[in-house]
């Protein structure tokens, strides 16, 4: 087998994979970044609620134990309602709503900036299925097209929790469905 051959059989194993999940057109919140060199080995996906739920710093301990555990109860609850909501409301306003074409595997959308094929990105999305969360997903470039002047560029989910992808998943059938009930109404 020749070098064109094996690299032909390579791109259609990996097309196949990249189409391995359904996919679904709408309108939602995203921001992508270009990932810089130094970030690349220590990125992992996650949410901003996952962002919100770390660091609590101990009460002094009063005399009565009882009094002590409830306080700390409290306090940790309360710290992490005020978190939540400064995480979220930060998060949630600095992304602009785009056409994206997504599924579980990966997305297109019209991106800003210079991307190239093979940049690794950062995606913050959310979506509707998962109110004032923001999922950070880690993808590489597959592909940069020019339509009608503006950039549409395809990633792959590179760095991707599971729980992520099934709330994905999760997304684009309920999607699905929405636009299934639509076409019968017409």
Known sequence: ???????????????????EYSRVDGYLPIDIRLLPEE?????RSRTSLENALTEYEE???PHEKALYDCLRILNAKLDTLIKLLAFQARDY??????????????????????????DMVEIRLMLPT???????????????EDVEGRKLVSIEFTVIDEGIREQIV?????????????????
Request: overall charge negative; hydrophobic content about 30%.
């Open 1 to 19: 087998m020749d070098e064109y051959e094996e690299n032909k059989g390579q791109e259609e194993i990996r097309y196949r994979s990249l189409r």
């Open 39 to 43: 970030e690349r080995l220590t990125v």
């Open 93 to 118: 306003c600095s992304l602009k709503h785009e056409e994206v074409n997504i599924s579980a595997g990966g997305l297109s959308t019209f991106a800003a900036g210079d991307l190239e094929q093979s």
């Open 59 to 61: 009460l002094p301990e």
């Open 130 to 144: 998962a109110p004032y969360i923001v999922f950070y997903i880690y993808g590489s470039v597959v592909g940069v």
């Open 170 to 186: 999760k997304y684009v059938f309920e999607r699905q469905r929405e636009i299934l009930r639509q076409k019968r109404r017409q």
